[in-house]
């Protein structure tokens, strides 16, 4: 399984970015997706997830400013930022959650990460 981010980028405080990660290889199914960021000196941490039918969560710090989405036929989720904040600012990863069979526990695999900057 391989996933393909895409997105990140320089944005003024107040801006707006899209990430995207797409899901390719052979798999089963795909069930939680989700966006956790880190930033320099910091733990990982989670952005927003999605489950296979379409709940979502979210911490306070991006409540209301973000959203996330999936498109199945495609195998990618999305991340939609708005209101950017310099403290936003970090690498952001994507995680799938893959069964390779209908039998399977679901395997978490990671985007190669993309870099987020929020500054003037």
């Known amino acids: 399984v391989q996933l393909q981010a895409s997105g990140g980028g320089l944005v003024q405080p107040g801006g707006s970015l899209r990430l995207s990660c797409a899901a390719s290889?052979?798999?089963?199914?795909?069930?939680?997706m989700g966006w956790y960021r880190q930033a320099p000196g910091n733990q990982r941490e989670l952005v927003a997830s999605i489950t296979s039918g379409g709940s979502k969560t979210y911490p306070d710090s991006v409540k209301g400013r973000f959203t996330i989405s999936r498109e199945n036929a495609k195998n990618t989720v999305y991340l939609q930022m708005n209101t950017l904040k310099p403290e936003d600012t970090a690498v952001y990863y994507c995680s799938v959650d893959v069964r390779s069979a209908w039998y399977s526990h679901a395997v978490r695999y990671w985007g190669q990460g993309t870099q987020v900057t929020v500054s003037s």
């Open positions: 290889g052979n798999f089963f199914s795909i069930s939680d």
